[in-house]
């Protein structure tokens, strides 16, 4: 059965449950998968996508309340084919306007630091957690990470990089789970959807704590030999 015919069929059973009183429907992981694929065909559910195809199934998200306060979604910037790539924890006040992951003073120290290494910020594929800028630039919460993170996921998945590197708490927090400190987390190897992760300080805190600089760079020259 092609693709059209077995999105007509689904929809002919969900509407004859419907009119059953059944309000649920219940299957596997892989059933789930499947029929989201047909629903949501360019969506993160479906393996082998593109960035692009995550953008347009991101649409304009109001997935969960970060979209009531953001100019601009910050989806991510740089190669699909990217080796390593950074995520952050969300937008700050810049690149909610501009819509590009750091792009303010963090992110100039970021590529600052990568040159330093060897990396051009061209090379290395930039996001965040949450695409949208918290209120204040506090740390998003739970639910919000949670509502974003088939998004991230995809994009991970869509770039396959050979390494992640975490920039901050919130971020490793959210992929490596646990509320160990940076001091404890930062230069460790660790692992998260399947890719080899190397958590690190934010650049706005070095730019804050200009000593834990060296310790930063000691993370960025370790990625840089896991790619080799
Ligand atoms: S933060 Fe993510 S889930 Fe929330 S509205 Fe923005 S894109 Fe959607």
Same mark, same amino acid.
């Given at each position: 059965?092609?693709?059209?015919?077995?999105?007509?069929?689904?929809?002919?059973?969900?509407?004859?449950?419907?009119?059953?009183?059944?309000?649920?429907?219940?299957?596997?992981?892989?059933?789930?998968?499947?029929?989201?694929?047909?629903?949501?065909?360019?969506?993160?559910?479906?393996?082998?996508?593109?960035?692009?195809?995550?953008?347009?199934?991101?649409?304009?998200?109001?997935?969960?309340?970060?979209?009531?306060?953001?100019?601009?979604?910050?989806?991510?910037?740089?190669?699909?084919?990217?080796?390593?790539?950074?995520?952050?924890?969300?937008?700050?006040?810049?690149?909610?306007?501009?819509?590009? =992951?750091?792009?303010? @003073? /963090?992110?100039? +120290?970021?590529?600052?630091?990568?040159? #330093?290494?060897?990396? !051009?910020?061209?090379?290395?594929?930039?996001?965040?957690?949450?695409?949208?800028?918290?209120?204040?630039?506090?740390?998003?919460?739970?639910?919000?990470?949670?509502?974003?993170?088939?998004?991230?996921?995809?994009?991970?998945?869509?770039?396959?990089?050979?390494?992640?590197?975490?920039?901050?708490?919130?971020?490793?927090?959210?992929?490596?789970?646990?509320?160990?400190?940076?001091?404890?987390?930062?230069?460790?190897?660790?692992?998260?959807?399947?890719?080899?992760?190397? =958590?690190?300080?934010? @650049? /706005?805190?070095? +730019?804050?704590?200009?000593?834990?600089? #060296?310790?930063?760079? !000691?993370?960025?020259?370790?990625?840089?030999?896991?790619?080799?």
């Amino acid at each position: 059965m092609d693709a059209d015919s077995r999105l007509r069929s689904l929809t002919d059973n969900l509407a004859c449950r419907r009119r059953l009183g059944l309000t649920r429907v219940a299957g596997s992981r892989q059933e789930m998968d499947e029929l989201l694929s047909l629903v949501l065909p360019a969506g993160p559910f479906a393996s082998g996508r593109s960035l692009a195809q995550i953008r347009a199934w991101m649409g304009e998200c109001t997935r969960c309340p970060l979209h009531q306060g953001r100019k601009k979604i910050v989806f991510g910037a740089g190669p699909e084919d990217a080796r390593l790539m950074f995520i952050g924890e969300g937008p700050g006040a810049q690149e909610d306007q501009q819509g590009e =992951p750091f792009v303010g @003073p /963090a992110g100039k +120290l970021l590529e600052r630091m990568l040159a #330093a290494v060897g990396l !051009a910020r061209a090379e290395v594929y930039i996001t965040n957690i949450v695409k949208c800028r918290p209120p204040n630039n506090r740390d998003p919460r739970a639910e919000e990470a949670a509502a974003c993170r088939p998004f991230l996921e995809a994009q991970v998945r869509a770039v396959a990089p050979r390494a992640i590197c975490t920039l901050g708490r919130p971020a490793a927090h959210a992929l490596l789970g646990g509320d160990a400190s940076m001091g404890r987390l930062r230069g460790r190897w660790s692992q998260a959807l399947g890719v080899p992760l190397l =958590p690190t300080y934010h @650049p /706005a805190y070095l +730019l804050r704590t200009p000593q834990a600089k #060296a310790q930063a760079y !000691a993370d960025l020259k370790a990625l840089v030999r896991a790619l080799r």
